[in-house]
């Protein structure tokens, strides 16, 4: 006899702040949620050291603490979570359908509806000495990080519209910005080129890379070359902010949910809903814009609202359904 399938009334697939808050807003609406972490338990805020931005803490919090709150809230309102990875899934397109995922390439769930908040990973360089001081000084969000590092000198790499953006950001608080591109030329936009060309203290170096980042437990500088001559230079800073772009978790969606070009789930008009009734997306993995924590947060209590109004319709329908079937039979 085949094991029986367990069936959930609603699925998170993520942990970050978009899905803490999805489930703290199901878990007070009755609907009984259940989220798997994912395989980095809590997202980005954990490589984190201090989130100075989140509403609700005057005096900052780490980023680790702040993501084991947000899961003792869930928890305390009935959410269930539990460790585990989606790793395939098979998506009614039907409304009222049942929606079945994967978990760890092994056991099935079904679930009537589905919040997706696996969210997106920054690219970085890959340097041994850059990995090693993450959350040591070397950051992939300039808004984020960016106030720890005023009045002194940091250096962003990347050529296009977020790094051009996050460069005048850094040169508003920061005394000096090097901008690092790798080409020849930025693939900015050229009103975003003509922003951080015209801004003073950001020194633009073209046909650069980074070969290490030195420092032992915090970021005290760059050694940097160019590509073109191999002319090597070294630079004292104390923050050095990766800006060459996010990859959306969103591999096992493919060819399933209505996505952009790079990857990100879309949602309709203001909504968190999918092209595929029942299933929402909240938090970085359907928005490149914005990135941050606290909107994260907004749109993963907006998915949990959006499920709950779901569900209910589909209740609503069912049990008309049951009325009418009830007078015919009559």
Same mark, same amino acid.
């Given at each position: 006899m085949s094991e029986k399938v367990e069936r959930i009334k609603?699925?998170?697939?993520?942990? *970050?702040?978009?899905?803490?808050?999805?489930?703290?807003?199901?878990? %007070?609406?009755?609907?009984?949620?259940? #989220?798997?972490?994912?395989?980095?338990? *809590?997202?980005?805020?954990?490589?984190?050291? &201090?989130?100075?931005?989140?509403?609700g803490y005057p005096d900052g919090v780490d980023g680790p603490? #702040?993501? #084991?709150?947000?899961?003792?809230?869930?928890? =305390?309102?009935?959410? &269930?979570? =539990? @460790?585990? #990875?989606?790793?395939?899934?098979?998506?009614?397109d039907k409304p009222g359908g049942i929606h079945r995922v994967c978990i760890d390439n092994s056991t099935w769930v079904e679930a009537e509806s589905v919040i997706i908040s696996t969210g997106a990973t920054a690219k970085y360089l890959g340097l041994p000495s850059e990995q090693k001081l993450r959350g040591g000084g070397v950051s992939a969000c300039a808004v984020c990080d960016g106030f720890f590092y005023k009045g002194q000198e940091v250096a962003i790499v990347g050529g296009g519209d977020t790094a051009a953006e996050e460069a005048t950001y850094l040169a508003n608080i920061c005394k000096k910005v090097t901008m690092l591109v790798r080409k020849d030329e930025m693939r900015a936009s050229k009103a975003m080129?003509? %922003? $951080?060309?015209?801004?003073?203290?950001?020194?633009? %170096?073209?046909?650069?890379? $980074?070969?290490?980042?030195?420092?032992?437990?915090?970021?005290? *500088?760059?050694? @940097?070359?160019?590509?073109?001559?191999? &002319?090597?230079?070294?630079?004292k800073i104390t923050g050095l902010f990766i800006a060459i772009g996010h990859k959306p978790n969103t591999d096992i969606f493919k060819d399933v949910l209505d996505m952009d070009d790079t990857g990100y789930v879309i949602t309709k008009n203001k909504s968190t809903k999918t092209n595929i009734p029942g299933v929402f997306a909240s938090g970085d993995?359907?928005?490149?814009?914005? %990135?941050?924590? $606290?909107?994260?947060?907004?749109? *993963?209590? @907006?998915?949990?609202?959006?499920?709950? =109004?779901?569900?209910?319709? @589909?209740?609503?329908?069912?049990? &008309?359904?049951?009325?009418?079937?009830? =007078?015919?039979?009559?």
């Amino acid at each position: 006899m085949s094991e029986k399938v367990e069936r959930i009334k609603c699925l998170i697939i993520g942990s *970050g702040p978009a899905g803490y808050t999805a489930a703290i807003y199901a878990s %007070r609406a009755d609907l009984k949620p259940v #989220m798997y972490t994912g395989l980095e338990p *809590g997202g980005q805020l954990t490589t984190t050291t &201090e989130v100075d931005n989140f509403p609700g803490y005057p005096d900052g919090v780490d980023g680790p603490k #702040m993501m #084991m709150d947000l899961q003792k809230q869930a928890e =305390r309102f009935g959410t &269930e979570v =539990r @460790m585990g #990875m989606a790793t395939e899934v098979d998506f009614s397109d039907k409304p009222g359908g049942i929606h079945r995922v994967c978990i760890d390439n092994s056991t099935w769930v079904e679930a009537e509806s589905v919040i997706i908040s696996t969210g997106a990973t920054a690219k970085y360089l890959g340097l041994p000495s850059e990995q090693k001081l993450r959350g040591g000084g070397v950051s992939a969000c300039a808004v984020c990080d960016g106030f720890f590092y005023k009045g002194q000198e940091v250096a962003i790499v990347g050529g296009g519209d977020t790094a051009a953006e996050e460069a005048t950001y850094l040169a508003n608080i920061c005394k000096k910005v090097t901008m690092l591109v790798r080409k020849d030329e930025m693939r900015a936009s050229k009103a975003m080129q003509h %922003r $951080v060309t015209s801004t003073k203290n950001i020194d633009l %170096r073209y046909n650069t890379e $980074v070969e290490e980042v030195i420092g032992d437990q915090v970021v005290e *500088g760059l050694k @940097m070359v160019n590509n073109k001559t191999g &002319e090597k230079e070294e630079i004292k800073i104390t923050g050095l902010f990766i800006a060459i772009g996010h990859k959306p978790n969103t591999d096992i969606f493919k060819d399933v949910l209505d996505m952009d070009d790079t990857g990100y789930v879309i949602t309709k008009n203001k909504s968190t809903k999918t092209n595929i009734p029942g299933v929402f997306a909240s938090g970085d993995v359907q928005d490149k814009i914005y %990135r941050q924590a $606290v909107t994260a947060a907004g749109t *993963g209590c @907006m998915a949990a609202l959006d499920a709950e =109004r779901y569900l209910a319709e @589909m209740e609503s329908e069912e049990g &008309e359904d049951v009325i009418t079937t009830k =007078r015919v039979e009559a």
